[in-house]
């Protein structure tokens, strides 16, 4: 059974830092971060591939980074200079299926981790 545990989510001002994580019981090839805000869709914030190979959604590229420990099936986000646009449940997540480069859309993501809450206050 394939299980995503994600942890370190929290309340943080404005300027603040988290750090998520994410540990595996799977070790697919393509990962990634998503969130949903209240009354918003989920959105994809980070993906990485096993390789290495990342990619973020223009509204966090320069604050958030995703990383991977590859021995030990672990995930992370890294998120700096937070704003309250960040408040979010975050999700972690993972392609059930290879892909030579890892795809953005929610859909090719098979495994689903509880979620993580990030509130961010101005």
């Known amino acids: 059974q394939v299980q995503l545990v994600e942890s370190g989510g929290g309340s943080v001002q404005a300027g603040g830092s988290l750090r998520l994580s994410c540990a595996a019981t799977?070790?697919?090839?393509?990962m990634g971060w998503f969130r949903q805000a209240p009354g918003k869709a989920r959105e994809g914030v980070a993906t990485?591939?096993?390789?290495?190979?990342?990619n973020y959604a223009d509204s966090v590229k320069g604050r958030f980074t995703i990383s991977k420990d590859n021995a030990k099936n672990t995930l992370y986000l890294q998120m700096n200079s937070l704003t309250p646009e960040d408040t979010a449940i975050y999700y972690c997540?993972?392609?059930?299926?290879?892909?030579?480069?890892?795809?953005?859309?929610?859909?090719?993501?098979?495994?689903w981790g509880q979620g993580t809450q990030v509130t961010v206050s101005s």
């Open positions: 997540a993972a392609a059930s299926r290879l892909w030579a480069e890892c795809p953005q859309g929610m859909s090719a993501y098979g495994y």
């Open positions: 799977y070790a697919g090839n393509c």
């Open positions: 990485i591939h096993r390789i290495g190979t990342t």
